[in-house]
């Protein structure tokens, strides 16, 4: 059994991420636009992302849903979605790809800034996030001190909250933000924006270290820069989650025009990056 | 009421801090230097001399009686924002926020720009200060404004066109809130108005809050007393904010925003942000914002690149809200003709921005006359900066040939 014994803590998302790590791995959490290169094309890739090369990829789909100014993201996700906004996505579509995702069996989560909640109406997302099967909300521009509005709404429809902590955060933060947490807690481990890296960060064991002493009751995921197996590998070592967008991304390259080549890279890289989280704690 | 915003930033149900969590421990860091600072004599010492020594201050008021003559029968008072050095009020703001970066230990600073006057002034106060400089500016407006682009390269800054988004003030404020992110431990992100995540709406407050401070003590001074009215244009609204709060005591001073309403509201080519918005957070803080129905913003419009912008400062939708202030809309046609109006009867070139103040002044002075002929309203306009920036626009509004009237001596 893994550490994480709370189910009262792990909620929905959390737990699937200690069935990984009873399995002696980490969970791999794919990223991925919904509406890019149009709606029905994100679903195919995010079965392609679940689904893998080999049937093996991703046990979470992290589904991006658009928004206009988007401060937290890089390059790639940036020109994905305001393609996707373009081509006219909704936060509807965001709902119906839970659904999709959740019928393939992997666990959805939607990762979006606080306007869009709070446009679609605050109770209303979580309920009708909970209703589609999703596990929970990846707010990068909520502060986990400041929304009670949230708290309330996900506390009485049983839908996570993913806050994210940063290199830069307090002791203080780090554990305001894990208690305000539930399912697990999104560390970023770089000083930065999305998008993928050549390199791994150094900070990254550093802050799921402090992340753990601030409180253990919940996982630790490592977003921004993953882009290979190798990387997974590495990261997965010491982190419960390992978080993949941009470069998943960066497989539709055709724009939708060619979605057959797009969809087998994207399925290699989700394949290569699910074996090497596989591998990562052999 | 001076103790708003709350110790979360809040102003009332607007403002707050929604940023990603590694901007926290920065904004934490800008708020307590600025405490500091304040608790610091020798930083409004500082301050002070360069406002007067740098900048010009205080700026004086001008009666416009040639102007008020078309107001119905209110007289006009302009606060003269556009005698500063670099022609508008935003230089109070940089001084400050240029003297907190030193004070922080850090030697970079970036902005973000529409127009590029905020921008201009920026780089001025690096190249003052010994500060590396980069201002971010929507690809649209360093095309429509290639010759601030050129005044800031001058000064020393470096200049980044945002192709991302819309292209415009919005995105060249996410773009610097992104460099922010990578590069907090040495640089500040010196944001141009009174929006933004806490503490900013309130540290831009008080640096532009001279405005009133000086106007206030000079109309009991030397015009008889407070003014009926108070005045100024809103896009972010820090010359607003500026202007208006020290007047916020006196209940019987009316205090009234006019927004940017382009085309026309009709024409959905507006940036009526308190009139036509609803509530949503953008850029850090909740207020006003001109969003769909998905809560995606929607692009602003208006002949004045200083207005364009889709918010607003979270204390105007905190003062429209609790009625203290109320807002209004000029169009770009009314704007433009008071625009004309001042250069021709006072001899001054407003910019655009301030010439939606001047148009709502004349709205108030002739509806008062209407309503009452025997009232002499007394309205104070923060005239926020002056016109020589719009010259290329007023050229093309008022289809001016740029030909002498007359040749003589051929």
């Given at each position: 059994?893994?550490?994480?014994?709370?189910?009262?803590?792990?909620?929905?998302?959390?737990?699937?991420?200690?069935?990984?790590?009873?399995?002696?791995?980490?969970?791999?959490?794919?990223?991925?636009?919904?509406?890019?290169?149009?709606?029905?094309?994100?679903?195919?890739?995010?079965?392609?992302?679940?689904?893998?090369?080999?049937?093996?990829?991703?046990?979470?789909?992290?589904?991006?849903?658009?928004?206009?100014?988007?401060?937290?993201?890089?390059?790639?996700?940036?020109?994905?979605?305001?393609?996707?906004?373009?081509?006219?996505?909704?936060?509807?579509?965001?709902?119906?790809?839970?659904?999709?995702?959740?019928?393939?069996?992997?666990?959805?989560?939607?990762?979006?800034?606080?306007?869009?909640?709070?446009?679609?109406?605050?109770?209303?997302?979580?309920?009708?996030?909970?209703?589609?099967?999703?596990?929970?909300?990846?707010?990068?521009?909520?502060?986990?001190?400041?929304?009670?509005?949230?708290?309330?709404?996900?506390?009485?429809?049983?839908?996570?909250?993913?806050?994210?902590?940063?290199?830069?955060?307090?002791?203080?933060?780090?554990?305001?933000?894990?208690?305000?947490?539930?399912?697990?807690?999104?560390?970023?481990?770089?000083?930065?924006?999305?998008?993928?890296?050549?390199?791994?960060?150094?900070?990254?064991?550093?802050?799921?270290?402090?992340?753990?002493?601030?409180?253990?009751?919940?996982?630790?995921?490592?977003?921004?820069?993953?882009?290979?197996?190798?990387?997974?590998?590495?990261?997965?070592?010491?982190?419960?989650?390992?978080?993949?967008?941009?470069?998943?991304?960066?497989?539709?390259?055709?724009?939708?025009?060619?979605?057959?080549?797009?969809?087998?890279?994207?399925?290699?890289?989700?394949?290569?990056?699910?074996?090497?989280?596989?591998?990562?704690?052999? | 009421?001076?103790?708003?915003p709350?110790?979360?930033g809040?102003f009332?149900?607007f403002g707050?801090?929604?940023?990603?969590?590694?901007?926290?421990?920065?904004?934490?860091?800008?708020?307590?230097?600025?405490?500091?600072?304040?608790?610091?004599?020798?930083?409004?010492?500082?301050?002070?001399?360069?406002?007067?020594?740098?900048?010009?201050?205080?700026?004086?008021?001008?009666?416009?009686?040639?102007?008020?003559?078309?107001?119905?029968?209110?007289?006009?008072?302009?606060?003269?924002?556009?005698?500063?050095?670099?022609?508008?009020?935003?230089?109070?703001?940089?001084?400050?926020?240029?003297?907190?970066?030193?004070?922080?230990?850090?030697?970079?600073?970036?902005?973000?720009?529409?127009?590029?006057?905020?921008?201009?002034?920026?780089?001025?106060?690096?190249?003052?200060?010994?500060?590396?400089?980069?201002?971010?500016?929507?690809?649209?407006?360093?095309?429509?404004?290639?010759?601030?682009?050129?005044?800031?390269?001058?000064?020393?800054?470096?200049?980044?066109?945002?192709?991302?988004?819309?292209?415009?003030?919005?995105?060249?404020?996410?773009?610097?809130?992104?460099?922010?992110?990578?590069?907090?431990?040495?640089?500040?992100?010196?944001i141009?108005t009174v929006g933004g995540p806490h503490p900013f709406p309130y540290l831009v407050r008080?640096?532009?809050?001279?405005?009133?401070?000086?106007?206030?003590?000079?109309?009991?001074?030397?015009?008889?007393?407070?003014?009926?009215?108070?005045?100024?244009?809103?896009?972010?609204g820090s010359?607003?904010i500026?202007?208006?709060?020290?007047?916020?005591?006196?209940?019987?001073?009316?205090?009234?925003?006019?927004?940017?309403?382009?085309?026309?509201?009709?024409?959905?080519?507006?940036?009526?942000?308190?009139?036509?918005?609803?509530?949503?957070?953008?850029?850090g803080a909740?207020t006003?914002?001109?969003?769909?129905?998905?809560?995606?913003?929607?692009?602003?419009?208006?002949?004045?690149?200083?207005?364009?912008?889709?918010?607003?400062g979270p204390e105007h939708?905190?003062?429209?809200?609790?009625?203290?202030?109320?807002?209004?809309?000029?169009?770009?046609?009314?704007?433009?003709?008071?625009?004309?109006?001042?250069?021709?009867?006072?001899?001054?070139?407003?910019?655009?921005?301030?010439?939606?103040?001047?148009?709502?002044?004349?709205?108030?002075?002739?509806?008062?006359?209407?309503?009452?002929?025997?009232?002499?309203?007394?309205?104070?306009?923060?005239?926020?900066?002056?016109?020589?920036?719009?010259?290329?626009?007023?050229?093309?509004?008022?289809?001016?040939?740029?030909?002498?009237?007359?040749?003589?001596?051929?």
């Amino acid at each position: 059994m893994s550490q994480f014994d709370s189910a009262e803590r792990l909620g929905r998302s959390g737990q699937v991420v200690a069935r990984c790590l009873d399995e002696g791995r980490p969970a791999f959490v794919g990223y991925y636009s919904v509406g890019f290169p149009g709606v029905d094309a994100s679903l195919e890739a995010m079965k392609a992302i679940v689904e893998g090369d080999e049937g093996r990829g991703a046990d979470i789909v992290e589904i991006g849903m658009p928004y206009s100014d988007p401060l937290m993201d890089g390059l790639v996700i940036q020109r994905a979605n305001t393609k996707a906004l373009a081509r006219g996505v909704h936060t509807k579509h965001a709902l119906q790809a839970v659904e999709a995702v959740a019928r393939l069996g992997a666990m959805p989560m939607v990762m979006t800034y606080w306007n869009v909640i709070e446009a679609y109406g605050v109770d209303a997302f979580a309920r009708d996030l909970a209703a589609a099967g999703g596990g929970g909300v990846i707010t990068p521009d909520l502060p986990a001190d400041d929304c009670p509005e949230w708290i309330e709404a996900t506390d009485k429809h049983g839908t996570d909250r993913i806050f994210l902590i940063a290199p830069s955060s307090s002791e203080e933060r780090l554990r305001m933000t894990m208690q305000a947490s539930r399912g697990w807690v999104y560390a970023t481990s770089v000083m930065g924006v999305t998008g993928a890296r050549a390199q791994t960060s150094d900070a990254g064991p550093v802050i799921v270290e402090r992340a753990r002493k601030a409180d253990p009751t919940i996982p630790v995921g490592i977003g921004l820069g993953v882009s290979n197996g190798d990387q997974a590998a590495e990261i997965g070592s010491y982190a419960d989650l390992v978080i993949v967008g941009s470069a998943l991304i960066s497989c539709m390259k055709s724009d939708g025009n060619d979605m057959a080549t797009d969809l087998s890279a994207l399925r290699r890289l989700s394949g290569e990056i699910a074996s090497g989280v596989e591998r990562s704690r052999a | 009421m001076t103790s708003y915003p709350d110790a979360k930033g809040h102003f009332g149900r607007f403002g707050g801090r929604f940023v990603p969590e590694a901007l926290q421990a920065a904004l934490s860091e800008l708020e307590k230097a600025f405490a500091d600072a304040q608790a610091d004599p020798s930083f409004g010492e500082e301050l002070r001399r360069l406002q007067r020594d740098y900048s010009g201050r205080p700026t004086p008021i001008t009666v416009a009686d040639g102007f008020s003559k078309h107001a119905g029968n209110a007289r006009i008072y302009l606060k003269r924002e556009d005698l500063n050095h670099t022609g508008a009020h935003k230089i109070n703001n940089v001084l400050g926020q240029a003297l907190l970066t030193k004070r922080m230990g850090k030697t970079r600073v970036i902005a973000e720009t529409g127009a590029g006057q905020h921008g201009v002034a920026t780089a001025t106060a690096a190249a003052l200060m010994g500060l590396e400089c980069r201002v971010y500016m929507g690809e649209v407006d360093t095309k429509r404004q290639a010759l601030n682009v050129a005044r800031m390269q001058l000064l020393g800054a470096e200049v980044y066109a945002v192709a991302a988004g819309s292209r415009t003030l919005k995105d060249a404020m996410n773009e610097a809130m992104r460099d922010w992110v990578t590069t907090v431990d040495t640089t500040h992100y010196l944001i141009g108005t009174v929006g933004g995540p806490h503490p900013f709406p309130y540290l831009v407050r008080e640096l532009q809050r001279v405005i009133s401070t000086e106007s206030r003590a000079q109309m009991l001074e030397a015009h008889d007393g407070l003014p009926d009215y108070v005045v100024a244009c809103v896009g972010g609204g820090s010359n607003a904010i500026g202007q208006f709060y020290d007047f916020i005591p006196d209940e019987e001073v009316a205090l009234v925003g006019f927004e940017a309403g382009g085309e026309g509201i009709a024409s959905g080519r507006h940036s009526a942000t308190i009139t036509e918005g609803t509530t949503g957070v953008l850029h850090g803080a909740r207020t006003f914002v001109l969003q769909d129905a998905d809560g995606q913003t929607i692009e602003s419009h208006s002949i004045s690149a200083g207005l364009d912008y889709p918010g607003v400062g979270p204390e105007h939708a905190w003062l429209a809200d609790t009625g203290r202030a109320s807002y209004e809309v000029v169009t770009d046609e009314e704007a433009m003709e008071a625009f004309k109006l001042l250069s021709r009867t006072e001899g001054i070139i407003p910019a655009i921005e301030s010439a939606h103040a001047l148009a709502g002044a004349l709205r108030i002075g002739r509806r008062i006359a209407e309503e009452d002929p025997n009232a002499r309203p007394r309205i104070l306009v923060c005239l926020s900066g002056r016109g020589d920036k719009d010259t290329g626009t007023a050229f093309d509004w008022f289809k001016l040939s740029g030909q002498p009237d007359h040749v003589v001596g051929a």
